[in-house]
């Protein structure tokens, strides 16, 4: 059973969906490229995603694509496209990033500007039920007050909620800049303005744009309904963005919003917060070009518990490397023993020896913990141990990471000729000659594994 911590009732508690499991993840803003703080929210999601796979709960994956807000058109305006074709661009490109670093794409990919009458129908049923208003500049406002439960996910206090002065995360919140009655009150319908150039569609209060918010409620009901399993985020989008969606899509419908709420923390580079200013907001691009490949990144950044900042640096990502080749050489050596060992890396069997990284995965989904079992498992297992490669083809599955293909190797005659006569050593209790054979197969490069009955040589890794 997967268990998991809920912002919303800060414990950590089983996920027992009724059905097919409803899993809505808060995606990218596509003005840019991605940077590495993106992906490890988005690559603890897909760890969580595959878990789900294998304990048969059926996930059913949405990740919405905000392809319409102030950054876009602001951003297409200065490169002198129009909207779709700058998003586009960019959508593209961190589809790309995606794939590279092993995300399973989402079930349903939705975006912001493919669902505007959506969002005017929202918007229109909380004009009916007074949580909403028109503002002095004709813009549609929610109206806070009128949701008593307002800051129930995130806690709240009063002063937080008269100035928005700070998210989650306690980073700047950039306020709406237009007439409303209350500061806490945010906008749902943005009316028309000179700078928006081209980018308007018409509703029933004029030309205008919806709101960041309101485009997560409005998808996130249409693909998976009122009262969803699971909703997912950066801890930074807890307050406002997770509050706000709370407020519109339960102030619309009566009915909750989501049964539990999935956030990971914030990461960290050099112990410092990722900025333009200091030159440490990295994208995988950059860190490709240093030399790290897309599955080192991906190991780094899932090696950290969602709920912990995680510190990223070069020697961890160093590391990462190292840990990867140690694996792929524990997976030839196996791949060797079995003659012929599976390739890929779809899951074919259950988690065999590795129970325990099974567990620290169920476990709040504890990456540190599983990885740290992958490697106490392996450094223990007997040789001929059963059930190795198809329980390793299992995790590595459920880590993302990529299956090592298997290698042809052949075993020279004279090698296997001292590993028989070292074999034989042993047997009749000549144990210096049997240790003075096994050095010499390992300056040649090879080494042996005993079993009951037998010996395999094996290639050194590395």
């Known amino acids: 059973m997967i268990t998991l911590y809920n912002t919303a009732t800060r414990a950590v508690e089983p996920l027992r969906p009724e059905g097919r499991l409803r899993f809505y993840c808060c995606g990218p803003t596509v003005y840019g490229p991605a940077h590495i703080g993106n992906f490890r929210t988005f690559l603890l999601q897909d760890v969580l995603r595959r878990l789900m796979e294998l304990e048969g709960l059926e996930p059913l994956h949405v990740r919405n694509i905000t392809d319409v807000d102030d950054k876009t058109i602001r951003g297409a305006q200065e490169s002198q496209q129009s909207l779709s074709a700058f998003t586009q661009k960019w959508t593209q490109s961190f589809e790309a990033d995606c794939q ?100 308007f569609w018409e509703s029933p209060w004029g030309r205008g744009r919806p709101g960041w918010h309101i485009e997560c409620s409005a998808m996130s009901m249409k693909y998976l309904g009122t009262n969803m399993d699971l909703h997912a985020g950066g801890i930074d989008l ?19 919003c989501a049964q539990k709420w999935f956030h990971s923390a914030h990461l960290q ?18 860190l490709q ?17 969602y709920r912990q900042p995680l510190n990223f640096t070069f020697e961890a990502l160093q590391a990462a490397q190292g840990a990867l080749k140690r694996l792929e050489g524990h997976v030839h050596s196996y791949q060797q023993l079995a003659q012929t060992g599976p390739t890929g890396h779809e899951p074919s069997a259950p988690w065999g020896p590795f129970e325990a990284v099974h567990e620290a995965l169920c476990e709040d989904l504890n990456t540190p913990k599983a990885l740290g079992a992958l490697f106490s498992t392996l450094n223990t297992l007997d040789a001929q141990a059963s059930g190795v490669l198809a329980g390793l083809k299992t995790v590595f599955y459920a880590l993302g990471l990529r299956f090592p293909k298997a290698e042809s190797v052949v075993v020279p005659a004279e090698i296997q000729a001292l590993a028989q006569a070292r074999w034989e050593a042993k047997l009749k209790g000549d144990f210096a000659s049997a240790d003075s054979l096994r050095q010499q197969l390992l300056a040649a490069g090879w080494k042996v594994k005993d079993g009951p009955s037998g010996f395999t040589v094996l290639a050194v890794q590395g």
């Open 238 to 256: 807890c307050f406002p963005h997770h509050e706000n969606e709370i407020a519109q899509s339960e102030g619309a419908t009566g009915q909750p």
């Open 289 to 305: 070009a240093k030399g790290y490949t897309p599955d080192a990144v991906r190991y780094a950044l899932i090696s950290g518990h």
């Open 100 to 199: 590279a670093l092993g995300l399973l794409p989402p079930h349903v990919e939705p975006k912001a500007t493919e669902h505007i009458p959506e969002m005017i129908a929202l918007i229109a049923q909380l004009l009916e039920r007074g949580k909403a208003y028109v503002g002095g500049d004709g813009s549609i406002y929610f109206r806070v007050k009128a949701f008593l439960s307002y800051g129930k996910l995130s806690r709240l206090n009063r002063s937080a909620l008269q100035t928005q002065a700070e998210n989650s995360d306690q980073a700047p919140n950039l306020a709406d800049e237009y007439d409303r009655d209350c500061i806490a009150d945010f906008a749902l319908w943005k009316a028309y303005k000179a700078e928006d150039g081209a980018v």
């Open 269 to 286: 580079v050099d112990g410092q917060k990722m900025s333009k200013s200091l030159g440490n907001k990295y994208t995988l691009e950059d």
